[in-house]
């Protein structure tokens, strides 16, 4: 798999595409290739994977040791080389380098590529972490491409690491105002750019959550720069750690975020999560799969947001308070896309 890419949530997009090819090359074992260190954690328990080569950020500022990793690369044939992104000239660059029997990516048929076996751009799904599973799916099976099912965004978490995340929320909560709380929300406050939502917004719908949930208990993660975006008015948690920063998540019974990496590794680790979006596009990058929304809050006040959460997830957290109102009001919320684009029949890949 040739994604050269350091960004988190890129990286755990990637994740499906991991299941995907488990399920369809049995006992395969997948070497990957990206930037920086963070896919070492994501795909740590993922027996499959037998190589994580994490190239160096900014790679031409450090020539020596990343041209000696891309050689040493080189000197392994594969059976397949899979380049799941579309329109990226280092992903293909790397694809063209790399030696394996079969190449397969998205491409324009007008040009000339390095592929043996491609889907053009156009048959793409606009969700990021469907787009490589419909990719393998178009050459090796039409049952399974015509599939609404998708695998789902998984870091593995193991046993003991989601016992040593639910400890880490209990202890957060025992000197807390509410050390007993029947359910908890974790937040995740920051983002970069315009995603990013003010503190005083932040407020405002929590306050709001708070006064439907009376009894719930927040939990802040605290971003990698280790300053709370809450003012410390709640119980945070702190991890270089990505794992570790998964397994806190998955201690509470509903994480927030905005659009962001750790949306995607709240997803991942398995615990209900709602993705708010303000200016990016909720169709390429929300969460989807059981107990996930994304949430427009274009136009919408941080009370309309939290009615939005309040209406979604009302049974979850307990809450027999009258939603209608959320409805009234115009908190919106789409289901992830969960279908291919229709085309023509797949071209086998030899198995």
Not at 39 to 52: D, G
Not at 135 to 161: A, C, G, M
Not at 247 to 267: E, K, P, T
Request: aromatic share 8%; hydrophobic share 40%.
């Amino acid at each position: 798999m040739c994604r050269p890419n350091h960004r988190l949530g890129n990286t755990i997009l990637l994740t499906p595409l991991i299941a995907e090819l488990e399920s369809i090359y049995k006992g395969a074992e997948i070497d990957i290739v990206t930037e920086g260190d963070i896919a070492l954690e994501v795909f740590s328990t993922c027996l499959s994977v037998r190589n994580v080569f994490c190239l160096p950020k900014r790679g031409f500022k450090h020539p020596v040791s990343f041209l000696s990793m891309l050689f040493d690369i080189r000197k392994v044939h594969y059976d397949l080389i899979v380049d799941p992104c579309v329109g990226s000239n280092f992903s293909r660059t790397l694809t063209k380098f790399f030696n394996g029997k079969y190449k397969l990516g998205f491409n324009d048929p007008k040009t000339h590529s390095c592929l043996t076996h491609w889907v053009p751009n156009s048959m793409a799904p606009g969700h990021m972490a469907m787009r490589p599973i419909s990719l393998v799916r178009w050459h090796t099976s039409i049952d399974t491409y015509k599939s609404k099912n998708f695998p789902p965004q998984d870091i593995r978490l193991t046993d003991v690491e989601r016992a040593q995340g639910r400890s880490i929320i209990r202890e957060l909560l025992s000197d807390s105002p509410e050390p007993c709380a029947d359910v908890v929300i974790g937040i995740f406050a920051n983002a970069t750019g315009a995603k990013r939502y003010p503190r005083e917004w932040w407020s405002d719908f929590i306050a709001a959550l708070k006064s439907v949930f009376l009894h719930c208990g927040i939990v802040e993660i605290i971003p990698m720069h280790g300053r709370s975006m809450l003012g410390s008015e709640w119980p945070g948690y702190y991890s270089t750690s990505i794992r570790r920063m998964g397994a806190a998540m998955a201690g509470v019974d509903l994480m927030i975020s905005a659009d962001c990496g750790v949306m995607h590794l709240a997803v991942a680790s398995k615990v209900p999560t709602v993705g708010m979006f303000s200016v990016t596009d909720a169709t390429v990058y929300a969460p989807y799969g059981p107990g996930n929304m994304p949430l427009i809050t274009q136009g919408l006040s941080a009370t309309e947001a939290a009615q939005g959460v309040v209406r979604a997830y009302s049974e979850l957290l307990g809450s027999r308070a009258d939603v209608s109102t959320a409805a009234q009001q115009g908190s919106t919320m789409t289901s992830a896309p969960n279908n291919l684009v229709a085309g023509t029949p797949p071209r086998a890949l030899p198995c």
